[in-house]
Every structure is written in C-alpha cells, then in structure tokens.
C-alpha cells in the first residue's frame, strides 16, 4: 500500500514543501487591500451620518438607516459572491466584486439627495458583501501549519483600514466635506481592479474542478518565486482519493464536461454548494458559525457606533462624556482614531494565541475580555475612563471577529468554502445592521444601560456557541470534501 503513494503529493503538502514566501506575500497584499478597502467603507458609516443629517435635515432614522443599508446590501453580495467564486472562480468574483464596489463608492459621492446616496451606498454594500473570498483565496495559498498565525497578519489590514480611514476623514472632513471622504475612500477598490491580471487563481480551487494541470502550473511559479522545490511525484487531489482517480489524469475527464450545457451544470453547482450547507455533516457546523458571526459582527460594529455616540455626546444624555477638551467633531474623530489603534494590540494578542491554544480557546479568552470591558459601562462613566473602556472592549471584539472569521472557511471543504463563509458572513451582516438601532435608537434616547446590556447578552451567547463547535482547526489540512 506505501508502495502505492511513492511519487504523489497533495496541494496541502505541496504548500508546505513550498513555505511562505514572496509569492504569498503578494497574495496577501492583494487580498489585504480587499480587507483595506471594505474597512474604509465600513468605517465611513461612524462619521458621515451626522454630516449628512445636518446638510439635508434627516432624522435620526434616516441617519440610521445609512448604515443599516450597507449592511442589507453585505448581506445579499455575501451570499451572491460565495457561490459565483465556488462555481466560476475566485478571480471572477474579485472582478465583479471590485467594479460593483468601487463603481458605487465613487458615484455616490455626487449624489443629489438622500435616496440617491442610500441606492448608491446599498450597492456599495453589496460589492462589501465579497471581501470573504479574499480571506478564502489568501487562506488557500498559506501552509496548515503557520495558517493561524498568517490569518491574523491578514487582519490587520482591516485595522489599518480603519486607522487610515480615521485619520482621513479628521483631516478631510475639517477642510472639505464628507463627499471628498466618499471619493477619497473609493481608491482601494480601484487599485484592487488595477491589479486583478496578476492575481493568480487559486490552485486549490482549480484542483477542485479537476485541472490539476492548472493548478501545478501555479505551483511550479510558486517554487520559482520563492525558490524553494515542489515535492517530487504527482500532483493528487487527496491522499483519500480512490486510487483509480489518482491514477487518471484530471485533463482526460475533462472532455467529458461539454457534453453538459455549462451554464446548466454552473447554475445546479451554484445551488447543489448552498444546500450542502444544511447536509447532515454540515448542519451543525453551519448553524452555530451563523449565530457566532452575527454576535461578532453585532459587537464589534455595535462598538464602532457607540464609539461615535459616545463621543459626540450629541444625545445630549451623557454630558461628562464630551467634557474632555476637544471640540465635537475633533472628539469624534480622535476617539475613533484611538480605538481603531486598539485592534492593533488585540490582533498581537490573537496571532499569539491562535496557533498555541486553537482558534476555539483564543475566541473564548477574547470576547470573555471584551464582556469585562463593556461593563462598567452599564452606568455613566467620565469621558477618559469612557475611551478606555472602548480601547479595551474593541480591542478584544476585533480580535474575536478576526479569528471567527478565519475559523468559518476553515471548518468547510474546498467545493463549498467560499459559500458557505459568505453566507456565515451574510447572517453576521444581519448583526451589522440590527447594532444600528441599539447603538444610535438607544443611546440617542438616553437608553445606554440598555443597549450595553444587550451587547453583554449577545456575547454571552456567542460564547456558549463557540463551546459547541465539535472540533479545532488549528494544524489541521484544509477539507476539499464534507466527511
């Protein structure tokens, strides 16, 4: 039987074989600056509402509803995405995914009135909706072995993201106005479609659909970028395939496919890879990763906006918390400054954790620190112990939202991985846009040991799902079928 396996190898020990070198330093800055870009559009929501609202005289609603628009539109492109990336590739999706994002981010910023900018700002959430495939891609490129701890790296693109976009906006919002911050925000997007011809398809998926050809073409420029050697042998898909499979070349099957009509055969693949989602092996899984994701997103989004109300004192409810010196918009934007820098600490702290005690233990530590933070703030406290307590929270809210996430593409196999993290992702958006209502309905009416509570609750049941899970996937291959 040994004799059998002499001279083939698996992409995951390929990968391994091949290291973490430059060619992957490459595909993590392109799919880096997907997670750039999301984090700019994402944190425009925390500071162009109130411009918006005292420009065009909007309610606080209508403010929220800003937010809470982007957030529906993640939750229909995250789904949508998924499926066009598992069936026509993960290049295609960034294609689309670009056009639609950077398209609609740019023309929103000439837009005449409210509808136009919420139609607009919609769209950009849809485009929103695909960063998943740009942490699947990446996650597809990277060793079993130091995958948690490259994962994390990656994340930390959002983070800038965020701080860029703080500081952008402290300094273009005091000289322009919010429709340059919307401009000015749309760039990422651009370079990301600028780029696309020299991101590689992913070898992984290619080897899904049977063109290992391709997929050792890919490889083999690996070697020669990183200068390091393939495994002699074969390429196979699995070491658990049948070993007439193995045996006969993926190209010499393909001839078989045309007799199908493509569009037919993509369409029932597209809806074959979403109902996979709820089989018996994968129902479980699929269940709790849609409640941990919508617990995360709702948090951590939930903090952002707090940051923002708390801040700006513009309830008018809390008057100690915007007695720290600053005018109100310079307290706004310093503060979300502040507590976009505190995800940098929470993600050292994670990246640290992730590959030692596994993904499940590093979530539980983190958003068990995150319920400590959010607490005091049950009752009014001083505007620096108000920071602080933020600093903290989303430091932790962040670091847990990283590792859910890299944990979602993980837990699923290769033909359904990109759908099944989008559509995780799409529930999470749901808690996207549920946090607006809590953090701007409930702060704005003096409700914020309200609202707090409900944000300890939500943790606290992300917390007994993230037990449940039945296994970790620290070191662990990556699956390409649900067994």
Same mark, same amino acid.
């Not at 769209?123 to 701890?149: D, I, K, Q």
């Not at 915007?322 to 934007?333: C, E, H, I, P």
């Not at 903290?392 to 990283?402: C, I, K, P, Y």
């Given at each position: 039987?040994?004799?059998?396996?002499?001279?083939?190898?698996?992409?995951?020990?390929?990968?391994?074989?091949?290291?973490?070198?430059?060619?992957?330093?490459?595909?993590?800055?392109?799919?880096?600056?997907?997670?750039?870009?999301?984090?700019?559009?994402?944190?425009?929501?925390?500071?162009?509402?109130?411009?918006?609202?005292?420009?065009?005289?909007?309610?606080?609603?209508?403010?929220?509803?800003?937010?809470?628009?982007?957030?529906?539109?993640?939750?229909?492109?995250?789904?949508?995405?998924?499926?066009?990336?598992?069936?026509?590739?993960?290049?295609?999706?960034?294609?689309?995914?670009?056009?639609?994002?950077?398209?609609?981010?740019?023309?929103?910023?000439?837009?005449?009135?409210?509808?136009?900018?919420?139609?607009?700002?919609?769209?950009?959430?849809?485009?929103?909706?695909?960063?998943?495939?740009?942490?699947?891609?990446?996650?597809?490129?990277?060793?079993?072995?130091?995958?948690?701890?490259?994962?994390?790296?990656?994340?930390?693109?959002?983070?800038?993201?965020?701080?860029?976009?703080?500081?952008?906006?402290?300094?273009?919002?005091?000289?322009?106005?919010?429709?340059?911050?919307? !401009? #000015?925000?749309? /760039?990422?997007? @651009?370079?990301?479609? =600028?780029? *696309?011809?020299?991101?590689?398809?992913?070898?992984?998926? &290619?080897?899904?659909?049977?063109?290992?050809?391709?997929?050792?073409?890919?490889?083999?420029?690996?070697?020669?970028?990183?200068?390091?050697?393939?495994?002699?042998?074969?390429?196979?898909?699995?070491?658990?395939?049948?070993?007439?499979?193995?045996?006969?070349?993926?190209?010499?099957?393909?001839?078989?496919?045309?007799?199908?009509?493509?569009?037919?055969?993509?369409?029932?693949?597209?809806?074959?890879?979403?109902?996979?989602?709820?089989?018996?092996?994968?129902?479980?899984?699929? !269940? #709790?990763?849609? /409640?941990?994701? @919508?617990?995360?997103? =709702?948090? *951590?989004?939930?903090?952002?906006?707090?940051?923002?109300? &708390?801040?700006?004192?513009?309830?008018?409810?809390?008057?100690?918390?915007?007695?720290?010196?600053?005018?109100?918009?310079?307290?706004?934007?310093?503060?979300?400054?502040?507590?976009?820098?505190?995800?940098?600490?929470?993600?050292?702290?994670?990246?640290?954790?992730?590959?030692?005690?596994?993904?499940?233990?590093?979530?539980?530590?983190?958003?068990?620190?995150?319920?400590?933070?959010?607490?005091?703030?049950?009752?009014?406290?001083?505007?620096?112990?108000?920071?602080?307590?933020?600093?903290?929270?989303?430091?932790?809210?962040?670091?847990?939202?990283?590792?859910?996430?890299?944990?979602?593409?993980?837990?699923?196999?290769?033909?359904?991985?990109?759908?099944?993290?989008?559509?995780?992702?799409?529930?999470?958006?749901?808690?996207?846009?549920?946090?607006?209502?809590?953090?701007?309905?409930?702060?704005?009416?003096?409700?914020?040991?309200?609202?707090?509570?409900?944000?300890?609750?939500?943790?606290?049941?992300?917390?007994?799902?993230?037990?449940?899970?039945?296994?970790?996937?620290?070191?662990?291959?990556?699956?390409?079928?649900?067994?």
């Amino acid at each position: 039987m040994d004799n059998e396996q002499v001279g083939l190898y698996t992409l995951d020990e390929a990968l391994e074989s091949l290291g973490f070198g430059k060619f992957q330093a490459f595909v993590l800055a392109y799919a880096g600056l997907g997670w750039f870009a999301e984090a700019m559009e994402i944190m425009i929501l925390s500071f162009i509402g109130q411009a918006v609202k005292s420009e065009w005289g909007l309610s606080s609603s209508q403010e929220s509803l800003l937010s809470t628009i982007v957030f529906a539109g993640m939750v229909i492109g995250a789904y949508g995405w998924g499926t066009i990336s598992d069936t026509y590739g993960r290049r295609t999706g960034f294609l689309t995914i670009s056009i639609v994002t950077s398209g609609a981010g740019f023309l929103s910023t000439f837009s005449p009135n409210y509808l136009s900018l919420v139609i607009l700002r919609g769209f950009v959430g849809f485009g929103l909706g695909g960063t998943s495939v740009f942490l699947s891609w990446f996650l597809e490129f990277v060793p079993a072995s130091s995958r948690g701890m490259w994962m994390i790296v990656f994340s930390t693109f959002w983070t800038f993201g965020s701080i860029f976009e703080a500081t952008l906006v402290w300094i273009v919002m005091a000289k322009l106005n919010w429709r340059w911050v919307l !401009a #000015l925000s749309s /760039v990422p997007s @651009f370079a990301l479609l =600028f780029l *696309y011809g020299v991101a590689p398809e992913s070898p992984r998926y &290619l080897c899904m659909k049977g063109r290992t050809g391709d997929a050792l073409r890919i490889l083999e420029k690996i070697a020669s970028v990183n200068r390091t050697k393939l495994p002699a042998g074969v390429l196979i898909s699995s070491r658990s395939t049948d070993k007439a499979e193995e045996s006969t070349p993926s190209e010499d099957r393909i001839p078989l496919l045309p007799s199908l009509s493509k569009s037919s055969m993509q369409s029932k693949l597209g809806l074959s890879s979403f109902f996979m989602l709820f089989s018996s092996k994968l129902i479980k899984t699929t !269940a #709790l990763l849609w /409640v941990l994701l @919508f617990g995360d997103s =709702f948090s *951590y989004y939930g903090i952002i906006l707090l940051t923002s109300k &708390l801040s700006s004192g513009e309830s008018g409810c809390f008057p100690t918390i915007q007695s720290s010196g600053y005018l109100l918009g310079d307290s706004l934007y310093v503060n979300a400054f502040i507590t976009s820098i505190a995800e940098l600490p929470g993600l050292f702290l994670s990246a640290l954790l992730v590959d030692r005690v596994g993904r499940k233990q590093t979530m539980s530590i983190m958003f068990g620190l995150a319920f400590i933070f959010l607490l005091p703030l049950l009752t009014r406290q001083s505007a620096v112990l108000t920071t602080c307590l933020l600093f903290g929270a989303r430091m932790n809210a962040m670091a847990t939202f990283t590792v859910a996430s890299i944990y979602a593409p993980e837990l699923y196999p290769t033909s359904v991985r990109t759908t099944g993290a989008g559509v995780a992702s799409a529930v999470g958006r749901i808690g996207g846009m549920v946090c607006p209502l809590v953090s701007v309905a409930l702060v704005n009416a003096c409700h914020q040991t309200e609202a707090i509570a409900i944000y300890l609750a939500v943790i606290v049941v992300s917390l007994v799902c993230i037990q449940l899970f039945p296994y970790d996937t620290k070191g662990r291959e990556l699956s390409d079928t649900a067994c």
